[in-house]
């Protein structure tokens, strides 16, 4: 692949550089970049199913910056291999990959507001589900048992965050999206849910029975 992404300022680049850091550390490590229209869309995964028989919902973490109108692409790359090209320029990987949820885009239309979430709660939601996991983790616990603790207690409804998993906040959090006292505005499209914040948006997609059971 060899290419680059280039930004009208070094602010723009940095930005995209900070998200890639912190996505590296969540779920697969992976970051979906799609461009079109002046708008980069970069987003990653910070809860996602394991086959069809998981019930995990796929919570996503967005962020959007202003890019070169003409440029468009699609396309999955580690976050990781992401680097600076100069003050205004990101570098791409040699090679993209492919991951599932970045194929479950959320729709661009027919959001509809069902609520709102002050930033404090969703902090605090964020920062009781991980003591959670630290307490249920067993000491030298493999992979797929850490998954299946994180995904428990953060793929569960939290009704202090609306009834949505308790994965918002911990998206939001470690994307680095709370800051101040803001109220962030919840939409609502069918299967996904988006919570909104000044520095991001948290994108929920739940399993097509557990929305007609909502």
Not at 25 to 50: K, P
Not at 83 to 91: F, H, L, Q
Request: net charge negative; hydrophobic share 50%; glycine share 8%.
């Amino acid at each position: 692949m060899s290419a680059r992404l280039v930004f009208a300022d070094s602010e723009a680049a940095a930005d995209l550089l900070t998200f890639a850091a912190r996505a590296a550390r969540l779920d697969d490590g992976l970051v979906h970049l799609r461009a079109a229209g002046g708008a980069l869309a970069m987003s990653c995964a910070a809860l996602t199913s394991v086959g069809i028989l998981d019930a995990t919902p796929t919570v996503l973490g967005m962020r959007v910056l202003p890019i070169d109108p003409e440029l468009e692409c699609d396309l999955v790359v580690q976050a990781s291999a992401l680097t600076a090209d100069g003050p205004d320029a990101v570098a791409l990987p040699a090679s993209a990959t492919r991951t599932a949820w970045a194929g479950i885009a959320a729709p661009r239309t027919g959001w509809q507001q069902t609520g709102e979430l002050a930033a404090s709660v969703i902090a605090a939601r964020a920062q009781h589900g991980m003591a959670s996991v630290a307490h249920a983790v067993p000491d030298a616990a493999g992979e797929e048992a850490v998954r299946a603790v994180r995904s428990r207690i953060w793929g569960a409804p939290d009704e202090e965050l609306l009834g949505l998993p308790a994965g918002v906040g911990f998206a939001a959090f470690a994307l680095g999206f709370i800051h101040g006292d803001e109220v962030a505005t919840v939409r609502s499209a069918g299967v996904w849910t988006r919570v909104s914040l000044t520095r991001g948006h948290v994108l929920v997609r739940r399993r097509p029975s557990a929305a007609a059971a909502a």
